[in-house]
């Protein structure tokens, strides 16, 4: 671990080097850039589109995250090994790297879920290892996360589930309340509509399929309001069709909402077409940072050298 005189010394250093604004970078996703076998899904998707577009929240500003010579350790293990790069508002960055390279445990860090063993990570500025309880909760409550097996509390309508994304926005005498009396119906139906699902606002979680769960766990995502979505291989436990659908929906709401993605994924067809930059990862350090035009197919095979997990 560093002290806190070198890490003082070092935050200076670093907050001196990144006082400079930058542009957002924000492109939407072109209407003309799907492949032919991509069709149905994008019709699902504007099924799901004309009232989808209302209910999300006009754009908040993103945050600059800084991550600055981070490692992190388990026991004897390093998971993350002197890794730095600048996310900037907007933009959306493919994560990639076989299984073991360290992703999850980065987008934990960047979500302030775990903390680096060194270095530092400065969200607008801030480390985000010296910010106080409320602050680092103003954080984790900004930064939403895309699980794999997204959990909904099976015993809860899917509309009480996406509610529980509005907990960290309420008084606890409103989140008391609400278990008594339905909260918020029609923002909760807006939410749902953006991911198709507004007509099953009042079913259980038991009686939709596993691509209709993933879909309310967006829903429940956006409930927070996030301008940092963290995705961590959302789509990897659904078919192919879905995981589509799946992936088109996570990064039209990054644009609608004008958040920071970061989309882990071994899928490197989304990783040529779809994103602003893709970062990778092979045992724990940063083994690529580059825009996808000048990501080489011998980069690609370095990341993914003796793993399987590569699609495309
Ligand atoms: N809580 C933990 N305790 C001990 N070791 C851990 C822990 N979390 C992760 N690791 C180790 O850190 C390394 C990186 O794990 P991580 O989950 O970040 O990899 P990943 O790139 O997300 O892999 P995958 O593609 O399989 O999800 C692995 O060697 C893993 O065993
Ligand atoms: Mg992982």
Not at 144 to 154: K, T, Y
Not at 208 to 226: C, K, Y
Not at 234 to 247: G, K, Q, R, W
Not at 288 to 293: N, Q, V
């Amino acid at each position: 671990m560093q002290s806190a005189g070198a890490r003082d010394t070092t935050r200076r250093r670093v907050l001196d080097a990144t006082s400079g604004s930058r542009d957002p970078v924000v492109k939407a996703l072109k209407a003309d850039d799907a492949s032919p076998h991509e069709q149905p899904i994008r019709v699902a998707l504007d099924a799901a589109k004309p009232e989808a577009a209302e209910p999300v929240r006009a754009p908040s500003i993103s945050p600059t995250i800084l991550v600055q010579d981070v490692d992190r350790r388990f026991g004897d293990r390093m998971a993350v090994r002197h890794v730095s790069f600048t996310l900037h508002p907007g933009e959306r960055v493919a994560l990639i790297g076989a299984s073991g390279s360290g992703k999850t445990t980065l987008l934990d860090m960047l979500a302030g879920g775990i903390r680096a063993t060194n270095g530092f990570i400065f969200v607008e500025g801030v480390d985000i290892q010296a910010m106080s309880a409320p602050a680092l909760r103003r954080h984790r409550a900004r930064c939403g996360i895309f699980q794999q097996s997204p959990v909904l509390v099976p015993q809860l309508t899917i509309h009480q589930n996406v509610l529980v994304g509005r907990l960290t926005h309420w008084h606890w005498t409103k989140t008391l309340a609400s278990m008594f009396v339905t909260m918020e119906r029609d923002h909760i139906r807006g939410l749902l509509d953006n991911v198709g699902l507004g007509e099953r606002q009042f079913d259980m979680p038991g009686q939709l399929s596993g691509g209709q769960q993933q879909r309310v766990a967006i829903a429940r995502t956006l409930a927070t309001e996030p301008v940092v979505l963290l995705a961590d291989e959302p789509t990897a436990s659904l078919d192919p069709v879905t995981a589509m659908t799946i992936t088109r929906l996570v990064f039209d709401i990054a644009a609608r909402l004008n958040a920071t993605l970061v989309f882990c994924t071994h899928w490197l067809d989304l990783v040529r077409t779809k994103v602003d930059r893709v970062i990778g990862m092979r045992h724990g350090k940063l083994a690529l940072d580059a825009p996808p035009s000048e990501v080489s197919e011998q980069a690609l095979d370095h990341i993914y050298a003796g793993s399987t997990e590569r699609i495309g």
